[in-house]
């Protein structure tokens, strides 16, 4: 079993940075792919960013190619999310998620553990 938990949210202005980090226990993450994903209000949750269990791979949506950055710390059995030029429709609560498939995926289904969430809030 793996637990974990996602802090750093908060509320910024349009433009500024936030980093997030997802604390895990329980379990080294270290054998686990993991992913970033985020839910805004009425909309379906959204894969964000996601990295390969040795770090050596690294994948974005869209959306965040060039303003977000996803890395590992195995060592510190720690994912982070570093996020710039942050825009209002970055605004969601945000979630980090471990899987063990053969490959990283952006489908939420695939991912076996999760964590509470944290609020990002941009405003304009």
């Known amino acids: 079993q793996v637990q974990l938990v996602e802090s750093g949210g908060g509320l910024v202005q349009s433009g500024g940075s936030l980093r997030l980090s997802c604390a895990a226990s329980g379990r080294t993450l270290s054998t686990y792919h993991m992913g970033w994903f985020r839910q805004a209000p009425g909309k379906e949750r959204e894969f964000v960013a996601g990295?390969?269990?040795?770090?050596?791979?690294?994948y974005y949506a869209d959306s965040a190619k060039g303003r977000f950055t996803i890395s590992r710390d195995n060592a510190k059995n720690t994912v982070y999310l570093q996020m710039s030029s942050l825009k209002p429709e970055d605004t969601a609560v945000y979630y980090c998620?471990?899987?063990?498939?053969?490959?990283?995926?952006?489908?939420?289904?695939?991912?076996?553990?999760w964590g509470q969430g944290t609020q990002v809030t941009v405003s304009s």
């Open positions: 990295i390969r269990w040795s770090g050596s791979s690294t």
């Open positions: 998620a471990a899987e063990r498939g053969v490959v990283v995926t952006t489908k939420p289904r695939n991912y076996d553990y």
